[in-house]
């Protein structure tokens, strides 16, 4: 198999994890790029769930492993989660690129007190402190994970970095911290013992192996999460799009097979633009069947008819060669469905999401209607199988965005996929 990136489409819980998991047995190593442990996913194997939020979801498939340096990491939920898995039976073969920065104590703090500070205009922030952590790392005040291997080095950043860091939290926020430079050292430089043998330099194993060997790059949160083409300033801080590959493993461009996930339907959690919403009966009903609440957050997530013109756009954004198309078992038993097919601005039609944000709020949905089906789709193993309604509402969306499907998911285990 031909080295790819998979991409989320929409507002990320798209189900990349699963198409990974179900995907990963045809490749050498599966590469985790962006985000930190804000970011979930939910493998399901022969009936048991496996929270992921920082290892690479093809550890269930017993692949290498790979954390480059776009992801930041909170050592304590890493090393809980590799615990996890090895109690479970599978073996963590993993390497860590040691630019990876590191989630800090002040990190969750400022987090948590900014969102409080921010009152009805919070981002939705999880409170875990990625952010902050990306925001150190480029303004050259974060810890990179091979610090945590020499004590004086952190000691000495701690004491340059944290009193600012207090200051803001106690002062500006008015919080009070209950964490020190001393027990910070103590518990990060223990957490850098443990994580020593993981250490190694992702970015020239893959420079060197991209020729000989397969990886699957896998990318957290989705494309209308992006921090420049996503719903601006409801977004992650690192990148999302899918060329942003290459400068967070650190290899050259390279033009590889984009799979794009997109739900058969919209999601999304948290606050910010949401243009197909459903806040009625037929949004509860896809929230209950699709189990839609956040793996991490358990936060109930916001549902809604299919959107093509922000599909459009992240299709277009991300060089997107495939499709796969996830959770269409959830769509069973809705009479009737809707597909956007344009937003109305100002008498004219858009078919692509538009490039200022702002406009977003006077664009109106133009809806398609299809007819729904009300069989179980769940054990179909072929496409052809499908009811005709079902192929007849992929084939329109694989029209409109000009890219066709390739794998079609109808439940949350591994073995419910359909290669098409
Ligand atoms: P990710 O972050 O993109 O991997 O997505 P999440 O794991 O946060 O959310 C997707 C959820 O949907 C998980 O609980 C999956 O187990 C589940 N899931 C994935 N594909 C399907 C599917 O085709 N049908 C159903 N019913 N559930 C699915």
Request: overall charge positive; proline content about 5%; some cysteine.
């Amino acid at each position: 198999m031909r080295s790819s990136i998979v991409v989320g489409l929409q507002w990320g819980d798209e189900g990349k994890g699963k198409i990974i998991d179900a995907i990963a047995g045809s490749f050498d190593y599966v590469v985790r790029w962006n985000g930190g442990n804000n970011a979930g996913h939910t493998v399901v194997v022969d009936g048991k769930k496996f929270p992921l939020s920082l290892v690479p979801s093809g550890v269930l498939q017993r692949k290498k492993l790979l954390i480059a340096q776009g992801v930041v990491i909170n050592p304590a939920v890493l090393l809980a989660e590799i615990a996890m898995l090895e109690a479970a039976g599978y073996r963590v073969d993993l390497m860590i690129d040691p630019r990876c920065h590191i989630v800090m104590p002040y990190h969750r703090a400022m987090d948590t007190a900014s969102e409080i500070w921010k009152g009805k205009d919070a981002t939705g922030s999880l409170r875990l402190g990625i952010g902050y952590c990306y925001e150190d790392r480029n303004n050259r005040a974060g810890i990179r994970l091979e610090f945590l291997l020499r004590p004086t080095l952190l000691k000495d950043k701690l004491e340059k970095i944290f009193p600012l860091k207090r200051a803001i939290i106690e002062k500006g926020y008015g919080v009070k911290t209950d964490f020190t430079i001393e027990t910070m050292l103590a518990e990060y430089v223990a957490y850098g013992k443990k994580l020593k043998k993981y250490i190694g330099d992702v970015s020239a194993l893959v420079t060197h192996k991209l020729d000989t060997h397969s990886f699957l790059f896998e990318q957290a949160h989705g494309t209308m999460l992006d921090p420049v083409f996503g719903t601006y300033p409801f977004t992650v801080a690192p990148p999302t799009i899918a060329s942003a590959v290459f400068p967070s493993v650190g290899i050259a461009a390279a033009k590889l097979p984009v799979i794009g996930v997109t739900k058969a339907y919209t999601t999304r959690v948290g606050n910010g633009p949401f243009p197909t919403e459903l806040l009625d009966a037929v949004g509860d009903t896809m929230r209950k069947n699709g189990n839609e609440f956040g793996t991490v957050s358990k936060r109930p997530r916001r549902c809604g008819w299919l959107d093509l013109p922000a599909l459009r756009y992240a299709v277009r954004i991300n060089g997107v060669t495939h499709l796969a198309i996830t959770k269409l078992d959830v769509l069973s038993g809705l009479n009737l469905l809707k597909v956007c097919t344009g937003y109305r601005y100002h008498g004219k039609i858009l078919r692509e999401f538009p490039a200022q944000i702002s406009q977003l709020p006077e664009c109106k949905p133009v809806y398609e209607t299809f007819a729904g089906w009300s069989k179980d789709i769940g054990h179909i193993k072929k496409r052809n199988n499908l009811p005709k309604e079902a192929r007849r509402y992929l084939s329109y969306g694989e029209r409109e965005l000009g890219v066709p499907i390739r794998y079609i998911s109808n439940g949350a285990e591994r073995k419910a996929l359909i290669r098409s």
